[in-house]
């Protein structure tokens, strides 16, 4: 029964984060760390990001936030319960990985501002 439950919740969550993230897209909602504290957060430039690669602009989707790239690992992670891979080693690597990126790149961004 749990199984189930757990094997339906996951999808159920990620198509309700991408409903609301559709919604604010669609409200032209602005980063509120951007307006309320003046300095870009890990995910500002996301949205122009994602419409870069739906637009198949690579290139510009890295230039605007090479973050973007790590959503579809994000989101695998999530639908697996965090393993995806048998070894539990490998799993905690890519575990940790993550949030690492994510740290370093708001690190570099708020040291050269882009």
Do not use: E
């Not at 602005?30 to 290139?59: E, S, T, Y």
Request: aromatic share 12%; hydrophobic share 55%; with cysteine.
């Amino acid at each position: 029964m749990r199984r189930t439950i757990v094997r339906f919740w996951r999808p159920l969550m990620l198509a309700a984060c991408a409903a609301i993230l559709y919604l604010l897209y669609r409200l032209d909602a602005r980063c509120p760390i951007r307006a309320f504290l003046h300095i870009h957060c890990p995910a500002c430039g996301m949205k122009r990001a994602a419409l870069a690669v739906l637009q198949l602009d690579i290139v510009a989707a890295w230039h605007i936030n090479p973050l973007i790239f790590l959503l579809p690992v994000g989101a695998w992670l999530f639908l697996s319960g965090g393993k995806p891979f048998r070894s539990a080693r490998v799993n905690r690597l890519l575990l940790l990985s993550l949030p690492l990126l994510v740290g370093i790149w708001y690190i570099y961004r708020l040291c050269y501002g882009r």
